[in-house]
Structure formats: C-alpha cells, structure tokens
C-alpha cells in the first residue's frame, strides 16, 4: 500500500501533463504509463469492475464525439467530403485536420478520465479524508460515515419494497408511498441514534479542553459574523460588479476568519491520528519522478512552445515527436512498475457482502 | 466493580420508571448475564454503566451508580469509555468507518492517544481477538460474527475494565454466536476483564456466566450465583429445566456438566414418538433450483418437496441460502434455472399479485413493514389489498397473536417481540395457505417464543402449511416435524427432526445433544406433562 499522498502527486501530475499535451503521441505515452499503474493497482481493488466499466463509456463518448468536431470546423487543406454548403453549421468541406482535432482533444479527456481510475483504486475515498488537516476531522468522519451510511440505507429500502410488495401494495397514487417512506425513514432514524451511541460510548467529539465557555462563544460569535461577511460578499460581487475587488477581499476575510476558528477549535479538542501510511522509498520515488516528469515538460513547453502541442490545421498532419519529452512523460510508468513489483495483496480478496 | 444503589431511572415522557430502587454488585473479573423479559429493562440497565443513560436518553435518574470508581452518572459516556468498553446488539449499525483499522483506532483517536501506542495497541488487540487477518479489510465485506469481533475489538483498545455488551449473538448463526463467546470468555479469564452482557438465548451463554441477573419486570434486580438464579428464573433453558425436574446436584449448566449426571436413566418412560404427520398433496415442489447474487451463487440445485399441512424448518449457517430459497417460495425472486412451483402455478410465470393470495412471507425484519399509525390499520391495510372490507379480520386472528391489547397502538412503539407479531399479523390477515417465516424469533424473549409457538400449532391445526427458516433450535425441536439443512446452497440433510437431529449434534436441541437419540429432543419428550 502506497502513501496517499504520493498517489495525489502523481495523479495531480499526470493530470496536468495530460492536459498540457495535445498531443496524440505524448497522450499515448501517458495512456500507456497510467495502463501500467492501471494494472499494477487493479490486483488489489474491489471496484475494477465498475471502472472499467465507467472507461467503456468514456471511450464510447469519445468516439462519438469525434464526428461533431469534424462537422462543424471547416477548415484544412485535406478535404475528405463536402457537405452542400447551404446547409447551417455543418454545411461545408469535411477536413481530416478536423477530425483529427477533434479525436486529440477528446483522447486528452479519456486520458484524464483514466488517470483518475487509476488514481482511485490506488487510494480510497476513506484513506484520502485522513489526510485531512486536523481542524476538518469532524468533517471528515461525517463524510466517511454518509459513505457507509448510503450503501445501507440502498439496502433498506429494497428490503421494504419487497415487503410491502408480498403484502400486495400497489402504487395507484402519492399515498402510496408512504408504506414505503415511512419505514425507510424510521429505519435510517434508528441506525443513526445506534450509531451515535456507539460513538459518544467511544468518545468521540472528546472534552474541549483549555478553552472557557466565554472564549468558546466568541469563536461561534466569529463563525456566524464570517458566513454573514461571506453572504455579503456573494451579494456585491452579483449585483455590484464594479465593486467586485471589494467583494473578493471581503470573501477572502470571511474564509479567512472561518479556518481561524476551524483550527482553533480543532485544536482545543485533545485528539491524535492515526497513520499507519508510511512515506516509504516507494512514496519518495514516484513522487520525485512525477514531479521530475511535470518540471522537465513545463521547462520544455517555455522554451520553445511548439514542442507540447499539435495543430494539425497549422501544423503538419503528422505530429512531430520531441524525444527527450517522450522519456520524460515514460517516468509517470513508475507507480505501476513499483505496484506490479510487490506481492499480490490479501485481505480484500473477492468477497461480499452477504445478502 | 459494579455497585449499584437505589437507582431508580424514568425515561422523558415515560409514566413509569424502567429501575425502581435497583440494587446490585458484580465483583471484578465476573462474567455476568443480564436475563428477563422483553421490555423489563436490560439495555437500560446496561446503558446505566456508562452513563449513556441519563446522558444519551435523557430522562430522571436517582439513586448511585459506581463503576470501577467512577459515577458514571457525572462523568458521562465520553469520560467513562475509557473504563467501561460497549458493545450493541446490531453488527451493522455500530461501525464509523470503514475498514477495520480505521474502527479499531477510532476510539484511541478520540482519546489523542499518540501514535505508537495506537500502533501497540492494535496489534495487540488483533492478535487477543484472533482478527489479524481481517486488518485491511472492508467493514461490509466481514460476517456476522466477525463484525462482533471487530466491534469488540474496537473498544477493547481503550483497554478498559468493564465490557457491556447488548445481546451481542442475538443477530448470529449458532457456530458465529459461539465464536464471539469463546472471545468474550478468554478476554473474561485471561485479562480479567468483568464482562455484562444481556442475551435472550440463555441456552447459547449461561455455560460461561458466573452471576445471573435477573430483572423480574418491576424494575428491580435478582442476582446470584448462576446455578442458584436457573432454579428460580421463569426462563431456565430446557438442560436446567431437565436438572431441576431430575434433582440432578449441582444443576447442569452445559451438555458435559449434564453427561455426569446421564448414569441415571430418565425418570419417565419414553414418549412414543409422534408419528410424522402423512404429508397432503405437494403443495411447493422445488426442482434443481439454481440461484445467484451478481455471479456469487446462493443456490446451486436444491430439491425439496413440501405437502399440504407439514411444518418445515430450514437451517443452515448464515449465508447458506435460507432466505433466497423462502424468496423463491413467495416469487420475489424467479428462478435463474430449475423451476419453482406453488399450488401447481409456475413461479416463473405467475404474477407476485398471485402467489400473494396463498403465500405469506415475513421478513426478518419487522421494521421493514410496519408504517401505519395503529396496529389495527396496519392489519386493515394488507386486508384492503386483497380485497378482503378493510375492517375483517379473519376470525381468532389477534388472540392468537396475542395482540388484541394493541390494536390502538403505534407499532413502532412495541418491543421488538410485539412488533414481531404485528408483523406476522400483517402478513397473515390475508389468510395464506402457506405461511413461511424467515426468523421469527431473533430478539424474541421465551414467553413470546412460546406465543408464536402456540400460533403455529392453531395454524397447522387448520391445515396450513409452515415453512420456518431459523437458527433457533429448540423451536425445531418444539414445534416442526420436518428439518432441511442448507449448506452452501445445497440440501445437505431432509428428513424427520428427530433423526436428523440426532445425525447433526450441531443443529441438535439441547436435549438432543445430550442424549443423542431420536426419541428426547425436548424436556417434554423426557418427562411427558410434567414439566
């Protein structure tokens, strides 16, 4: 298992050099690396399923769309069709250049759309929020437990409509949905105090220490005067946009006066976290090299421009293939080389939950 | 460890306190057992010990309560988790996040406990509970039981003195229920921990208790020693019942305890053995039944046949396919291959609408059901959808059940017993021919067990046929002639109780167990009426 954080560099920096190069063979070379990653993480993961599913609709969605850039740009010197040119939007010569745009740039949201597959069965959701900085633990418990909390509540409520069913309810009209509503909500009310039982006899929400009650009600007082300024803010900048630099500072002050009593109250609770991520040799390695891949493209792309992007309307139709950029974008590969090198992880190994 | 003195404890908007003057000391390193009627107040009784009562539920409380030192009453919940570890009775609903690390740290992290004693200590907590190799995994992907351990195992890191624990095998299979016990037992002797727990199925815990407290229902307590409280508990399990009939000394509190005592032969003659009822007409004929959850198979080719007016129980570990066979039954769901059918209609082919008509299912759950405002509308609800006038109720129906008394009372507001057999009214106002139960007495006290009990056999006297899927063995031992056990999808035993009881210790009823013979599965087989 990796440090989360190193899979958000190399996601953040892939993500990045995906969007910067389009270009199809630079995109390729990134496809290729994060297939790799694809590979080396898809061993371990229970969602592999759902994803590529979700990756056969992206390439779907891309090949579709190929044709509409096509249809409606019309210029290029290689003229594959000619619509009658009366016709609105689409009328007019049909170019390879266009279609040949148009592919790049949706291979370059594909791409990002597998950079983020990958990026998500590297690390989940539950790991991510524990990155979160102290003042937002309380957030992050609340999203990890609607996270537990969705799935079950699904389960609910095909249990009570197969229920209801055998007892022959039918749906004729909005009446009928209270024999469903009724018991879902009653249930999900009922997990929810068992749940905050179980928390508050674990003690959670801890004891404010070092803290008076008069200075805890100036931090509150300090809460609701900042979302005010922050609803204040919203306003003017909506309604009056020469004052908009006046709006922006007073949003800027508001957040600013919110974080401050985040962390201060975050940290007059006693409480510790708990890491069982190390940052290894692995970590230090995929992260130098991603970044090592974004600063060596973005130094490339200064100097001279043309290096990163493919037009094929000005350009030529054949892309043409810095080398030293192509060995660059191969170091975004090493996630998946270090992932494929371990042992096959145990654990999550392909069970369910019991029905 | 425990004192208890003159507490007295009213819920907000109750008439009547729960505890009226309470008394009660359990000493450090016990293992008690909290026991008594639904209602009679043991989640109360335990929620006392960590001060979630009056914290949590509000309410008027007096009287003293002393917890390794500390007054839970003024220290609350948070501060005393750290002394008093609280395990619940749902495996599903306790768990805060996902992955089983994550819970086990969860309570540590509130407490700032630094780094590397949360490391320490989840090692050790993973190698005490044997759960190592559950670390990494997903809360949802574990079993019944292995949740338990799991939801054990994360207030044990706090390492505190006491754990309570509310009925925390009620939800599982037989084998899984014993699994946590063994856990609950060697944390008991080897750390020394005093243990409370509250639990319906004496017959499943009282082997391991050193004290029985028992809540009569007036808001007091009886404790004792666990061999004296069994002589004067309405609730005694069939091998105590047995001991106290036969003056076997000391009273049995497990099968080997009892073997001692076996040189002795029964006091009354054998019962002859019921004859097994001559089955009617089939009336469900399953053939190959094939069935599977998103490529997971629950059944693979089960074959059962079941005649007019038979009582049919269906055992089986969780997940053996239980419930998606009774599903089948009812047609919710249709056979990927092999065929079901019910009265001679194809399941496959005939509408839900249909099947309905001779076919009650009641689900596990209770809760699932019941939405109305009254009991009585709840049952007029299901009677307008067959189209029998809203208002009739087929005759006997409520005495049977015993629900008579609450017909003006909002369900969810009963306890989990009462709302048990609302829901089995609901279902069964619609006058089915074929009744199937999917387990009906999970967090049922005895006296409503006997309640549904004497339901089944009025039902069968009409010629019903029931079909029951459990893991309660001594109502199959009671009250149905015919056992099937499931294993991994498949029929792995069919025939008479009796024998197949006696084939299977591990589905075999108490008495069954001890003796090993087809002829004794209950106290009654043994002692004719004189019980």
């Given amino acids: ?355 | 460890m425990i004192q208890l003195r003159r507490l007295s404890y009213t819920y907000p908007g109750a008439a009547t306190p729960v505890l009226r003057d309470l008394e009660l000391e359990i000493e450090a390193g016990a293992l008690a057992l909290v026991v008594g009627a639904s209602g009679a107040g043991k989640s109360t009784l335990l929620r006392c010990l960590n001060g979630l009562v009056p914290h949590f539920y509000g309410g008027v409380i007096s009287g003293s309560v002393r917890v390794a030192g500390e007054d839970p009453i003024a220290r609350g919940p948070r501060q005393m988790s750290r002394l008093v570890g609280m395990v619940f009775q749902d495996p599903e609903t306790q768990f805060v996040v996902d992955t089983v690390e994550a819970e086990l740290v969860f309570a540590m992290e509130n407490h700032g406990y630094p780094q590397d004693v949360m490391g320490q200590r989840v090692e050790w907590v993973l190698g005490q509970l044997e759960i190592g190799h559950l670390r990494k995994r997903r809360i949802s992907t574990l079993s019944g039981g292995e949740k338990q351990r799991v939801a054990l195992a994360s207030v044990l890191t706090l390492q505190p003195q006491v754990l309570v624990l509310d009925e925390p095998t009620s939800q599982l299979d037989p084998q899984a229920a014993d699994e946590v016990l063994q856990a609950l037992r060697a944390l008991n002797r080897e750390l020394g921990l005093t243990v409370v727990l509250s639990e319906h199925r004496l017959e499943r815990v009282v082997g391991y208790a050193d004290q029985i407290i028992y809540l009569p229902g007036d808001g007091g307590a009886l404790a004792g020693p666990a061999r004296e409280m069994l002589a004067q508990i309405d609730q005694a399990p069939p091998l105590a019942t047995l001991g106290l009939a036969l003056g076997w000394q000391p009273l049995p509190l497990t099968i080997e305890e009892a073997r001692a005592h076996l040189g002795s032969p029964p006091s009354a003659p054998p019962q002859k053995t019921a004859p097994m009822p001559v089955a009617g007409e089939p009336e469900i004929v399953v053939r190959d039944l094939w069935h599977a959850y998103d490529g997971r198979p629950a059944l693979r080719g089960v074959d059962l046949t079941v005649g007019q007016g038979e009582a049919v129980a269906i055992m089986g570990v969780n997940g053996s396919g239980k419930t998606t066979l009774l599903k089948h039954l009812v047609g919710l769901l249709r056979p990927a291959r092999g065929d079901v059918q019910v009265r001679g209609l194809d399941t496959r082919h005939t509408p839900l609408e249909e099947l309905i008509r001779t076919v009650g299912y009641v689900p596990q759950n209770p809760n699932a059901l019941l939405f109305a405002e009254t009991v009585r509308e709840e049952l007029a609800f299901t009677r307008a959808n067959h189209g029998y006038p809203r208002d009739s109720l087929p005759p006997g129906l409520l005495e049977a059940l015993g629900i008579e008394r609450y017909l003006a009372h909002y369900p969810r507001d009963l306890s989990v017993g009462e709302r048990q057999r609302v829901a089995l009214g609901a279902i069964l106002a619609a006058e089915p021919q074929i009744i199937l139960l999917d387990e009906p007495t999970r967090g049922v006290d005895r006296l409503q067990k006997e309640a549904l009990m004497r339901y089944l056999a009025h039902e069968r006297a009409q010629g019903r046929t029931v079909i029951v899927s459990t893991h309660d063995v001594e109502l199959v031992a009671e009250t149905m002639d015919r056992l099937v056990i499931l294993e991994r999808g498949r029929v792995a035993e069919d025939g008479p109780t009796r024998e197949v009881m006696a084939r299977c210790p591990a589905y075999a009823s108490q008495i069954g167990q001890l003796y090993g013979d087809p002829r004794y599965l209950t106290v009654g087989d043994l002692l004719g009426g004189r019980r």
């Fill in chain 1, 1 to 355: 298992m990796r440090h989360p954080l190193s899979w958000l560099i190399w996601a953040g920096c892939a993500a990045v050099l995906a969007l910067m190069a389009r270009h199809p063979l630079y995109l390729t070379l990134v496809v290729l690396a994060t297939w790799l990653v694809y590979l080396g993480v898809a061993r371990s993961s229970l969602m592999v399923a759902s994803w590529r599913a979700l990756l056969k609709l992206g390439l779907f969605i891309w090949l579709i769309t190929i044709p509409f850039n096509a249809l409606m740009i019309h210029q290029g010197r290689v003229v594959l069709f000619r619509l009658p040119a009366h016709w609105p939007l689409i009328g007019g010569p049909i170019t390879l250049e266009a279609v040949l745009a148009g592919a790049t740039a949706g291979y370059a949201l594909w791409a990002l759309l597998f950079i983020f597959a990958a990026f998500n069965l590297g690390v989940d959701a539950a790991q991510l929020l524990r990155l979160a900085p102290p003042f937002l633990y309380q957030a992050g418990v609340v999203t990890s437990i609607a996270l537990t909390f969705i799935p079950q509540m699904l389960a609910s409520a095909r249990e009570i409509r197969e229920a209801q069913r055998i007892r022959g309810h039918r749906f004729r009209g909005w009446r009928d949905s209270l024999p469903l509503v009724i018991p879902l909500l009653t249930t999900a009310f009922e997990r929810a105090v068992q749940l905050a039982e179980s928390m508050d006899a674990r003690g959670f929400g801890g004891a404010l220490t070092g803290m008076t009650p008069r200075y805890l009600a100036r931090l509150r007082g300090m809460m609701v005067l900042s979302l005010l300024l922050f609803l204040i803010g919203m306003v003017a900048q909506i309604f009056w946009p020469h004052l908009a630099a006046l709006a922006y500072l007073l949003i800027a002050l508001a957040a600013a006066m919110l974080l401050y009593a985040f962390h201060r109250l975050g940290r007059s609770v006693r409480r510790s976290r708990y890491r069982r991520e190390r940052w290894g040799a692995g970590d230090s390695a995929i992260a130098l090299c991603s970044l090592a891949a974004l600063a060596g493209a973005l130094w490339l792309r200064y100097s001279n421009p043309a290096h990163m992007t493919y037009a094929p309307y000005t350009g030529g139709l054949l892309p043409a293939f810095h080398a030293p950029l192509g060995l660059l974008l191969t170091l975004l590969a090493v996630p998946g080389l270090i992932a494929l090198a371990e042992p096959t992880p145990e654990g999550d190994a392909l069970q369910d939950v019991a029905p």
